[in-house]
């Protein structure tokens, strides 16, 4: 369940944060928008983090053979690791991709 399951999760934690960083980024960005963006990637970026290192996946408990037998998990949570921090909000108007023209 696990193999399908952590990915789907850690795709759904990418698309949240992606999505407030539409959300949030705007010309007036200030510290408050700022922070709220980071909280919200450093929450999504934990489970990862535990998963890689650690070997502990949220809501599944520990399991340190997962990632002997699977190591395409460890490599999927790593590459989500390094795109959250790519979806920080940014100081300029973002536009969704279906309304880009």
Known sequence: MIIWAFPAFSIFGLLVAYSMKVILSSKNLGYTKFYLG???????????????????YLYFGSCPELIETYPSIGWFAFICFLLHPLALPVKRDLNWWWQRP
């Open 38 to 56: 980071l909280a919200i990637n450093i929450f999504f970026m934990m489970p990862l983090l535990e998963a890689f290192k650690f070997d502990k």
